[in-house]
């Protein structure tokens, strides 16, 4: 059976939160172990989770760094790009793991944080949830 999330227009937060949580039982460490000894991730810290997103936020980095560097052909360049899109990706799908095991939304946090920094800088721009 799949459960299968919609990824375009209809992707949400909230979607997202309930892939992840999913999912999770289906991860395996290299030597072909359960990753997590509870299926909703709980056996994990949030220093873990934190450790976790940081080092795909590393891997960005140094992809970026390799980028700047000039270390890709321009042939490659695209892959470099696409792969460090990958990272980010990465890097929102663990930091909607920590949110989850803090028993908060990302979507939320990010509307509360958005406009917080907007009324911070004079800016009236603002983010909201649909209706
Ligand atoms: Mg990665």
């Known amino acids: 059976v ?21 999912r999770l039982s289906h991860f395996k460490n290299r030597q072909g172990l ?8 709980s056996d994990w810290t949030i220093a873990e989770w934190t450790n976790a997103m ?6 960005a ?27 980010l990706a990465d ?8 949110a989850s095991q803090l028993g908060r939304s990302l979507g939320d946090i990010i509307v509360d944080k958005f406009n917080s920094k907007s009324e911070e800088v004079g ?4 983010v909201g949830h649909s209706a």
């Open 34 to 41: 359960p990753a997590h000894s509870t299926p909703d991730g």
């Open 61 to 87: 980095c140094n992809l970026s760094k390799k980028i700047r560097r000039g270390d890709y052909s321009a042939k490659e360049l695209q892959e470099a790009i696409n792969k460090l899109m990958d990272e």
């Open 2 to 22: 799949y459960h299968v999330f919609t990824l375009e227009t209809t992707m949400t937060f909230e979607k997202l939160a309930e892939a992840n949580r999913l």
């Open 54 to 59: 940081a080092g795909e936020c590393g891997e």
């Open 91 to 98: 890097v929102v799908i663990y930091a909607d793991h920590c």
């Open 123 to 126: 800016s009236s721009v603002r």
